[in-house]
């Protein structure tokens, strides 16, 4: 029944092996063919010929051929790269190419030589020879009409060029390539070399070549060589210093130092173990000598041995090699261009290339590398590489070894194969339904069982019979772990359990995780790692969980622990942690830039201090402690420009002219692999003061003012600069802008003093007229306001004494006189206290409360906060206001009326008046009572020239009360600000 629900379980996830392998079955021939085992042997053969990884650059990268003859690096540090199409300019991000078209006499270009002095010279067959300098090309004829030359053992001494031909000796005076010597082939001697030295002329030899003879100024012989089998061999001979010369045929060099006489003779087979090495040529680079050839380069020390030898891969077929400021190495071709090697690759061994590596780990001590379809290869750690070790080609799952069983597994898609004793048993595991390994895709030992993860879940199966005792169904388990006696399982889901028989989820005490886990790593006795897929890694001690910083979103595949140190296998590549403080700390990123064969890391571990990591284009062995090193060696410009005039050192004084535009071009000579925009700093003085940081390689400036100007750059340390300078018009210059100035300042002057006076004499006419003005206004309105209350005053006596009510009459007579008596006397005052105020207005209203009895109402309410005896308010303001509700609110209304007065403290200089009646309103007075309303006119007007005359600052508004009512009523607000002086 358990093997039933498992095939129920299993068998749409297998439905399509089972037809695959009947296909299989009957159509696989019984046979395995020869021509299989080969391709795997010479597949197996290119795994390690392949060496390190090189990048090739080709006619598809810019060059204008792939046939290249030799590679020279400047003393700026930019390659020049000679091919049988023209001569190229590489900086590590564009090429510049010379051809005829630039004035070479030949594209055809088979040697180069630097100098010191910033020139660059090419040599070929030809009429014209020269150099090219500030990337202008330069080319020279000889001085006998007609020439050709064919310089093939050239020398280049100092800043010198000596062109050298079979027969023929040139240098170059006044423009013309001057003929030193020739060769004469006499009967016994014949001079052979021109020597640039203080007291050597030449070197001779006899037609044997078997001899060279120094020759001394006066042409005396002072020293001879037996030079048997070296001159009459192909071979290369120059002079490359002062006090150097060379020879060198494809299987031995000769070096004689011209100031000692003394000579060096080394062979190929003691130096290279090589026998034999064709195009061999020596070369100083960079104040080195460096030698190479077919296969190999490398540097000549103190006693012209050769060091730093860089075996070139055969299958390259290179026949020159340079090594460059960097240490990088550039490798010339005749058929596929130029390859590169950045210094860090050449410390790194590639193994398994172009092979998918899906695991690599240690096995019982051995290395084991999972082979995508080829199967278990094991480490030799005597030749320090891979070989097979169990051919599978199926899919693999895990290698493990049990300790207690002292044995290792190794499990794939059809079989469980173990070694103990060194001897390999093939376990019968094979379902017989669908012929495939579904018992165990790794193993662990646990409570004296094996346990096994199969695609649904995990076997406990017995060590003796290896037979199924029972199984557990869990889907998507990824790997098994016995960690502190715990039996923990990884699945798509999160981490899981196995205990007392049961598989269940862990639980976490600070956050929910259920995640896809591939993989498990221990990394202390109470901590792991669980590697996700797109999530990160996480470190837990299986109660509280947390990611590891940096890993965020990246498919861990693996990782692995070294003392206190992290290695995470990512498909961004390998990632490397310390422990700092009981915390892992993020330090490097180890990817394609640093040598890796791709990005893609599946497995990698530590050995003898050196990282072995498995990818999907196979192996690399790489220095744990590699240390990246900078491609960058200048930066510098391209293009300086003003209007379209080239900025150079001869050339760097231009006229002012309106609308300028100046423009700058910078560069850089890198040769990173994996370049990114360039960040660097730039400033041109005098205008900033401070650096601008940018990535743009194109800077432009616009109209600049008549300066001398220097655009400074930086970037990783390197400067450059260029420095010009904008000269002024005339009416530019300092002296005609000191007089248009002076003139300026004194026509400034007289004219406002002009102006000043004549400001000042109508200034303070005006504010006197104003001032008088204003207060014959004042009052002349206070005396049209007086007369207006005392005609109403005396109507209401009038009233009374038509009434015959005498009585009320003598009171209010009494009243109004009082008034009026306080009224003269406050008249010649413009402004009196609030208080003052307050006592006029009550007085007036208790007037008109005895003309209009119980019909009218007032409340008068002072704020506490005001110091009415000390705030001060213009005579006579309010009272104009008051009387209009009174004799045109209320006394128009049939009921009775309400008058109130507020006065509300704002701050120490400002309050304000309010003034409600709930009569008919202004609306209905305009309609019947427009003439009675002549003192609100004169109101606006004394407001208007109380804020005139700047001592008050006095608002003045009116709303209805009850706009929705049919008496309407009125408000009017005063806010009242004393101004201070």
């Known amino acids: 029944m358990k093997h039933e629900k498992r095939h129920t379980i299993i068998i749409l996830i297998l439905l399509w092996r089972f037809f695959s392998e009947l296909y299989i079955l009957f159509k696989k021939p019984k046979r395995v063919t020869k021509k299989k085992y080969l391709l795997y042997a010479f597949l197996f053969a290119c795994t390690f010929s392949y060496g390190q990884q090189f990048t090739n650059y080709s006619t598809k990268n810019g060059l204008p051929s792939n046939h290249i003859y030799k590679i020279a690096q400047d003393e700026k540090g930019f390659l020049w790269i000679a091919t049988d199409k023209g001569l190229v300019k590489y900086n590590g991000n564009d090429m510049r190419i010379f051809t ?47 020439e050709i030359f064919n310089p093939i053992y050239s020398s280049q001494v100092g800043n010198k060029m000596f062109l050298t031909s079979s027969n023929t000796f040139h240098v170059l005076k006044n423009e013309k390539w001057k003929l030193l010597m020739k060769y004469r082939l006499g009967d016994s001697i014949a001079a052979n070399s021109f020597i640039d030295h203080p007291t050597i002329s030449s070197f001779k030899t006899t037609e044997l070549l078997d001899s060279v003879f120094v020759q001394d100024k006066n042409n005396k012989t002072i020293k001879s060589y037996g030079f048997k089998d070296v001159l009459n061999r192909i071979h290369k001979r120059g002079q490359i210093t002062d006090s150097l010369f060379y020879w060198v045929n494809d299987k031995q060099y000769s070096l004689l130092n011209l100031n000692t006489l003394e000579i060096h003779n080394r062979n190929f087979k003691d130096e290279l173990a090589l026998e034999q090495s064709k195009h061999v040529r020596i070369n100083i680079v960079n104040s080195k000598i460096q030698i190479s050839g077919n296969g190999f380069v490398g540097v000549l020390d103190e006693n012209f041995h050769i060091k730093n030898t860089y075996y070139i891969p055969e299958h390259l077929k290179a026949h020159f090699a340079l090594i460059d400021k960097t240490g ?9 261009g130029v390859y590169h090697l950045p210094i860090e690759k050449q410390n790194i061994k590639y193994c398994l290339t172009g092979e998918k590596v899906n695991s690599i780990g240690k096995v019982n001590d051995n290395i084991i590398a999972h082979v995508f379809n080829k199967g278990f290869y094991k480490f030799n750690k ?32 059809r079989h469980i194969k173990t070694v103990k004793n060194k001897v390999i048993l093939d376990l019968d595991v094979q379902d017989p339904v669908y012929f495939m390994n579904d018992k165990a895709r790794q193993l662990v030992y646990y409570n004296d069982y094996l346990f096994g993860h199969f695609s649904v879940g995990i076997n406990k199966i017995n060590p003796e019979k290896f037979s199924i005792e029972n199984e557990y169904l869990q889907s998507g388990i990824n790997e098994l772990l016995i960690f502190n006696d715990r039996f923990l399982v990884a699945t798509s889901s999160g981490l899981k359990e196995f205990k007392d028989e049961m598989i269940s989820s862990i639980q976490f005490d600070n956050k929910e995780f259920n995640q896809s886990i591939l993989s498990i790593t221990k990394i202390s006795d109470t901590e ?50 310390a422990k700092t403080n009981d915390t892992f700390v993020f330090q490097v990123l180890i990817d394609k830039d640093n040598g890796l064969p791709s990005n893609s890391v599946n497995n990698m571990l530590v050995y003898e201090e050196k990282l072995m990591i498995g990818t999907n284009n196979g192996v690399a062995i790489i220095p744990k402690n590699q240390k990246h090193t900078s491609q960058l060696l200048d930066v510098y410009f391209e293009e300086a420009l003003f209007n379209n005039q080239p900025i150079t050192t001869r050339n760097s004084v231009f006229q002012y002219e309106d609308n300028s535009s100046i423009n700058f071009k910078i560069s850089n000579i ?68 000191a007089s248009m100035v002076l003139l300026a300042i004194i026509i400034i002057v007289l004219i406002s003093r002009h102006f000043v006076k004549r400001s000042q004499f109508q200034k303070h006419q ?122 045109h609110g209320v006394f128009n209304k049939m009921d009775n009326g309400l008058v109130t007065l507020n006065f509300i403290y704002m701050n120490e200089h400002t309050f304000k008046v309010e003034i409600m009646d709930d009569g008919v309103g202004f609306v209905n007075i305009n309609n019947r009572q427009s003439e009675d309303v002549k003192s609100s006119n004169v109101l606006h007007d004394r407001l208007h020239f109380l804020n005139y005359s700047e001592k008050w600052k006095i608002d003045y508004k009116t709303e209805e009360l009850n706009p929705n009512s049919v008496d309407k009523g009125n408000k009017s607000v005063f806010i009242i600000t004393k101004k201070q002086k």
Do not use: C
Request: no cysteine; hydrophobic share 35%.
């Open 100 to 146: 005829t078209k630039d004035g070479l006499a030949t594209n055809d270009v088979w040697e180069v030589f630097t100098t010191p002095n910033g020139k660059l010279w090419y040599l070929s067959k030809s009429s014209k020879l020269g150099f090219i300098e500030n990337d202008s090309v330069y080319a020279f004829e000889s001085e006998l009409k007609g």
């Open 382 to 413: 005597s030749k320090n590489e891979f070989s097979p070790f169990i051919d599978e080609e199926e899919y693999l799952f895990n290698a493990t070894y049990i300790e207690e069983l002292d044995t290792e597994f190794y499990m794939s898609k």
């Open 328 to 336: 990088s190495i550039w490798i010339s071709t005749f058929t596929d």
């Open 528 to 577: 792991i790692l669980l590697n996700t897929d797109g999530f990160g890694t996480y470190i837990t001690d299986l109660k509280t969980i947390k990611q590891l910083p940096k890993s965020e979103f990246l498919i861990v595949n693996n990782a692995y622990l070294e003392n206190n140190t992290i290695w995470l296998a990512t498909e961004s590549g390998v990632l490397k942690y």
């Open 670 to 737: 890198d040769y990173s692999e994996r370049q990114k925009n360039l960040s660097y700093n730039y400033k041109l003085e005098p205008i900033h003061k401070d650096w601008t940081q940018t990535t743009t390689n194109n800077l432009n400036f616009n109209d600049l003012q008549p300066e001398n100007y220097t655009l400074f750059i930086e970037a990783q340390g390197f400067t450059n600069q260029v420095s010009f300078t904008i000269q002024p018009l005339w009416w530019q210059k300092f002296w005609f802008k």
């Open 766 to 887: 005006k504010i006197f007229e104003d001032k008088r003005l204003s207060e014959l206004q004042l009052k002349a309105l206070r005396s049209q306001m007086n007369p207006h209350f005392v005609f109403n005053s005396l109507s209401a006596i009038q009233y009374y004494i038509g009434e015959n009510n005498f009585e009320t009459s003598e009171l209010y007579l009494v009243k109004f006189s009082k008034l009026i008596r306080q009224f003269f006397e406050l008249s010649k005052e413009n402004e009196i206290s609030l208080a003052t105020e307050v006592s006029l207005l009550q007085n007036y209203l208790e007037i008109e409360k005895l003309r209009f009895k119980e019909k009218l109402n007032f409340v008068v309410h002072v704020d506490p906060n005001l110091d009415t005896k000390h705030t001060k308010i213009p005579t006579m303001l309010l009272q104009p206001i008051v009387e209009n509700a009174v004799n």
